[in-house]
């Protein structure tokens, strides 16, 4: 019904659904036509069958067909108390729906931008536009990611979106403070790189694929049997003796 360009190549639109349904009202899905990326999407009205979408394109399209995996999905913690966001510019079309869904609830709740602090660009100013003093460009300083979770009051929630490097570097910080699994939702963009952790010589070593059983550890040379549980506080594979 209505396309427009945010910036670079990312675009919002309001759509009308001619089939199909959203599983939630604010959320992610993947393109089949026309659309280069991911899509975000926030339900702007179920009854009208109105949604509003963000995505990245170079193309124009009357239709853009969508498919959802469920893996993929945004899940809302209810209730809330406080609410904190973290994101970076890789999850730019993630966080767009995300925020703009935030900013028509009555949920305290605070955004921090990661990036870079030497330069006022227009991506910020699109956030703080609609979020006011909600919104915050910060460094992607340990540091100062330290300073804004110390200062929260217990029940704040945290959900984070970026490079998986990203949310996992804040998810260790937050853990070390104090912050409980339960309280940490994160989202990752992009490959995510496992490891595994080796049991004799305790050094970390690549996963080659996701369902590999076996390795040799790259530093000590010792075969290994990888487990499948992952340890948070290692932020990695278990890797055994292989007997």
Not at 164 to 183: C, L, M, P, Q, Y
């Amino acid at each position: 019904m209505k396309e427009y360009r945010i910036f670079d190549s990312i675009y919002s639109a309001e759509v009308k659904v001619e089939d199909g349904t959203f599983p939630n009202d604010v959320g992610i899905s993947m393109a089949t036509t026309k659309v280069n990326s991911i899509v975000s999407y926030q339900v702007i009205s179920k009854k009208d069958r109105l949604v509003r979408l963000f995505y990245q394109s170079s193309n124009k399209s009357p239709f853009i067909e969508l498919t959802f995996n469920s893996d993929n999905q945004l899940s809302m913690p209810n209730p809330l108390k406080k609410f904190l966001l973290f994101l970076d510019e890789s999850s730019l079309i993630v966080s767009l729906a995300l925020i703009r869904y935030l900013s028509t609830k009555s949920i305290n709740c605070y955004v921090y931008f990661l990036t870079d602090m030497n330069n006022e660009d227009h991506k910020s100013l699109y956030f703080q536009d609609i979020l006011g003093e909600r919104f915050s460009r910060i460094s992607p300083s340990h540091e100062e990611i330290k300073q804004i979770l110390h200062s929260q009051e217990i029940g704040t929630r945290l959900f984070l979106l970026g490079k998986w490097s990203t949310v996992d570097d804040i998810e260790k910080i937050a853990n070390d403070i104090g912050f409980t699994n339960e309280e940490i939702d994160k989202h990752g963009v992009g490959e995510k790189t496992d490891h595994i952790f080796c049991a004799k010589c305790y050094q970390f070593n690549l996963k080659q694929d996701p369902l590999q059983e076996e390795a040799t550890c790259s530093h000590c040379q010792t075969k290994l049997d990888v487990s499948n549980h992952f340890s948070k506080r290692l932020n990695a594979y278990l890797g055994y003796i292989h007997v």
